[in-house]
């Protein structure tokens, strides 16, 4: 039996069979659905997307699969060389991961290094936000300040080299004015808190954050594993706010394949290069560096570049804002947009308890998120089918009493 993800086995709704998908549909045995959060914000070029199955098939037939300890393929080798061109900032260092949970681990191992191996042992603590959400494994879970994700270390009680803050200037330049000396980096979902509740914070908050990094020594992680390729409407929030070191994943690969990408800058990466084999990254998944998962980013990247994706996402938020304007109904906190992602917040956990059925009966496919109902749509949705998917979010709304 599969043993489900975020999952009560006793009590959860039974799931549907997918059986195929198309554009943004996803097939079940009854109908179709429109797939209104990309299974879980990754599928940005919709299901099947015929250059998509071409560059993993035609990958396929070459190699599947080769290890990237001592040996090279060239979809790994493209993709970085790509990535160099493609990323902002000077985030020419390429560390190869199967999933962004691994990725955020990499980041956080590589951070740590980072100070060991410049002789700054007293900097062990991480700083990250409340309500963050970075992965699931143990590192990653320990800078997630997201209770529903850390119940087990609550319950264990762990002592943590990690604190939270809220997504306010003052509270940031407090941290940093009582704990720089211990501070070893500073990690952040830029912009768009995702499975944390879906929360917006501003700009300004990360400026803030990248000048108080530099003036006290500080690594500033970016896990855009959610928020790349244009969550937030920008293409990535490194293209603004410069951070030390960059986790790619989800829609890296337009959700064909797990996989990730950590990028480092120049400071990062040679604090690690020398002749000394202490100071090497002791790290290496086996799927790192995949061909087919490379493959399938860079034709991802490929079709995000050739096919204007930022005008579609802006297209994408022109529409939700238009359709959610001035929205409202008794137990609707807040309504939101930023970029792609449309926000319905209601006051309560149970208040969006009906929406998954409502949301089938209505032919689309979702999975309400704390209090919240949302959209982030693969960016290929038409018109006419997302006004569905905010018709469908607007009359559950008002069905909540
Ligand atoms: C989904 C997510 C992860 C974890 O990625 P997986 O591929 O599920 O391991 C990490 N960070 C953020 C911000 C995410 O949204």
């Not at 409340?130 to 800078?143: C, I, L, Q, S």
């Not at 980096?185 to 990248?210: H, M």
């Not at 002749?275 to 790290?283: G, N, Q, T, Y």
Request: aromatic share 10%.
């Amino acid at each position: 039996m599969i043993w489900r993800p975020y999952a009560q086995m006793k009590t959860m709704a039974p799931p549907y069979m997918i059986t195929g998908g198309h554009g943004v549909y996803l097939e079940t045995p009854e109908k179709d659905l429109i797939d209104s959060i990309s299974s879980w914000w990754c599928v940005i070029h919709g299901y099947q997307h015929p250059e998509m199955v071409e560059a993993i098939r035609s990958q396929a037939e070459k190699l599947t699969h080769a290890i990237l300890a001592g040996t090279s393929n060239e979809p790994a080798v493209k993709l970085s060389e790509k990535l160099t061109e493609w990323l902002p900032g000077g985030l020419k260092y390429h560390f190869y991961s199967d999933s962004g949970s691994t990725g955020v681990e990499v980041a956080l191992k590589m951070a740590l290094q980072y100070s060991v191996n410049r002789g700054e042992r007293d900097r062990r603590m991480m700083l990250s936000l409340k309500d963050a959400y970075h992965g699931d494994t143990f590192g990653a879970m320990e800078v997630g300040g997201s209770p529903d994700y850390r119940r087990l270390l609550n319950h264990r009680s762990m002592r943590l080299n990690v604190e939270h803050i809220p997504t306010t200037i003052p509270a940031l330049e407090e941290a940093f004015y009582r704990l720089h000396g211990q501070l070893n980096s500073f990690i952040v979902e830029p912009l768009l808190q995702g499975a944390g509740g879906l929360k917006f914070y501003d700009i300004e908050f990360l400026r803030r954050a990248r000048q108080l990094c530099d003036e006290f020594g500080v690594l500033l992680i970016f896990d855009e594993v959610a928020t790349g390729m244009g969550r937030t409407g920008y293409r990535y929030v490194s293209d603004e706010v410069a951070p030390d070191i960059l986790v790619l994943g989800k829609a890296l690969t337009g959700g064909c394949i797990g996989h990730s990408v950590t990028a480092a800058n120049e400071k990062v990466f040679m604090a690690f290069y020398g002749d000394d084999p202490e100071l090497a990254f002791m790290h290496g998944p086996t799927f790192g560096g995949n061909p087919m998962a490379c493959a399938a980013a860079l034709k991802s990247i490929e079709l995000f570049e050739r096919d204007d994706y930022m005008s579609k996402i802006r297209k994408i938020e022109e529409i939700e804002r238009r359709e959610l304007k001035g929205f409202a109904a008794p137990k609707v906190r807040d309504v939101r947009v930023l970029g792609p992602t449309a926000v319905i917040e209601f006051e309560d956990r149970k208040d969006v308890l009906g929406y998954r059925q409502f949301a089938y009966d209505h032919g689309v496919h979702t999975r309400p998120l704390g209090n919240c109902i949302y959209t982030m749509p693969p960016y290929i949705i038409s018109e006419s089918e997302l006004t569905h998917v905010l018709d469908t979010m607007k009359e559950y709304a008002e069905t909540v009493r």
